[in-house]
T-cell receptor
Framework: KQEVTQIPAALSVPEGENLVLNCSFT??????LQWFRQDPGKGLTSLLL?????REQTSGRLNASLDKSSGRSTLYIAASQPGDSATYLC????????????FGKGITLSVRP | SQTIHQWPATLVQPVGSPLSLECTVE??????LYWYRQAAGRGLQLLFY??????ISSEVPQNLSASRPQDRQFILSSKKLLLSDSGFYLC?????????????FGQGTRLTVV
């Protein structure tokens, strides 16, 4: 059974700091891994999708990497801003899960002005 | 481009009343559709998913049901709500004719059962 872990559950950093959010998964046989952002009371916004054959994806100040063999992904946020404050979730799509995403519980990020 | 609509945004219902939440997708065909529930501190729980009209798979035993009467319409229902049905419900889609493996979510419905 695929399990996804995100630690820590919460993180507070000063504005301008570069930061890394971690995601780990137990079954390395995945189709892809996706990072989402969720603002309070809102739905999930897709940030980056990394296919199993890829090692990283970039969008603006965001960079996500994938190491399937070790079961890890990181989301790198450069020059953090208060507007980056949100909960960040990672999810994996695995063959054994029949294309149903398995989510971590998320990391709640607070960027202090 | 593809969009997903989910309504209502908030709902307060008494215990024992029926429920109907609707989700529609535009701009694609044959999407995989999903209903999730998000409870505080417990993460996202997959409730139902559908790979086609009339094809519904339930992930957990519960007081809820789902239907897909049209290709791009997904409905979450209950005949009699329980207090424990309170939560944040999210609809999502993936796949479709574009074979898009990325998942996209609606804005969610906050359900409070009183």
């Amino acid at each position: 059974k695929q399990e996804v872990t995100q630690i820590p559950a919460a993180l507070s950093v000063p504005e301008g700091e570069n930061l890394v959010l971690n995601c780990s998964f137990t079954d390395s046989a995945i189709y892809n891994l996706q990072w989402f952002r969720q603002d309070p009371g809102k739905g999930l916004t897709s940030l980056l999708l990394i296919q199993s054959s890829q090692r990283e994806q970039t969008s603006g100040r965001l960079n996500a990497s994938l190491d399937k063999s070790s079961g890890r992904s990181t989301l790198y946020i450069a020059a953090s801003q208060p507007g980056d404050s949100a909960t960040y979730l990672c999810a994996v799509d695995s063959p054994r899960a029949n294309s149903k995403l398995t989510f971590g519980k998320g990391i709640t990020l607070s960027v202090r002005p | 481009s593809q969009t997903i609509h989910q309504w209502p945004a908030t709902l307060v219902q008494p215990v024992g009343s029926p429920l109907s939440l609707e989700c529609t997708v535009e701009g694609t065909s044959n999407p995989n559709l999903y209903w999730y529930r998000q409870a505080a501190g417990r993460g996202l729980q997959l409730l139902f998913y559908s790979v086609g009209i009339g094809q519904i798979s339930s992930e957990v035993p519960q007081n809820l049901s789902a239907s897909r009467p049209q290709d791009r319409q997904f409905i979450l229902s209950s005949k009699k709500l329980l207090l424990s049905d309170s939560g944040f419900y999210l609809c999502a889609w993936s796949g479709g004719l574009e074979m898009n493996t990325e998942a996209f979510f609606g804005q969610g419905t906050r359900l409070t059962v009183v």
